[in-house]
């Protein structure tokens, strides 16, 4: 067996030192309709996502998701499912109309997000 010279074996315990133990950050983002969309453009979104394979089940009447019966709080879960799988980029963002979601840090319309 090969003899590991010291520096090789402190470079490896340093590597798994910072491996397990820096904390991770979270990169999460989230789309979500912004608080002046009309009801008009909140249904379209809901629509155009669940037409495009957004499961939407969640948001219909005994869903995960469907409390806060609000609909603002169903077209952000649908327009957040919609941009987590289609590659988190703004486009992905953009829905009806041309109205962007805002691209946010936090999910501001309670525990339900995708």
Same mark, same amino acid.
């Given at each position: 067996?090969?003899?590991?010279?010291?520096?090789?074996?402190?470079?490896? $315990?340093?590597?798994?030192?910072?491996?397990?133990?820096?904390?991770?950050?979270?990169?999460?983002?989230f789309?979500?309709?912004?608080?002046?969309?009309?009801? $008009?453009? $909140?249904?379209?979104?809901?629509?155009?996502?669940?037409?495009?394979?957004?499961?939407?089940?969640?948001?219909?009447?005994?869903?995960?998701?469907?409390?806060?019966?609000?609909?603002?709080?169903?077209?952000?879960?649908?327009?957040?499912a919609?941009?987590?799988?289609?590659?988190?980029?703004?486009?992905?963002?953009?829905?009806?109309f041309?109205?962007?979601?805002?691209?946010?840090?936090?999910?501001?319309?309670?525990?339900?997000?995708?």
């Amino acid at each position: 067996m090969a003899k590991m010279s010291p520096l090789i074996l402190f470079f490896l $315990l340093l590597s798994f030192i910072m491996i397990h133990y820096l904390p991770v950050v979270s990169s999460t983002k989230f789309c979500v309709a912004g608080v002046d969309s009309t009801s $008009l453009q $909140l249904q379209a979104n809901i629509n155009f996502g669940c037409s495009q394979g957004v499961d939407c089940r969640a948001i219909q009447p005994g869903g995960s998701c469907f409390n806060p019966n609000k609909l603002i709080n169903h077209a952000s879960y649908v327009m957040n499912a919609y941009y987590q799988s289609h590659g988190r980029t703004q486009e992905a963002c953009k829905f009806v109309f041309g109205v962007y979601g805002i691209i946010t840090a936090t999910y501001p319309y309670g525990d339900c997000s995708y």
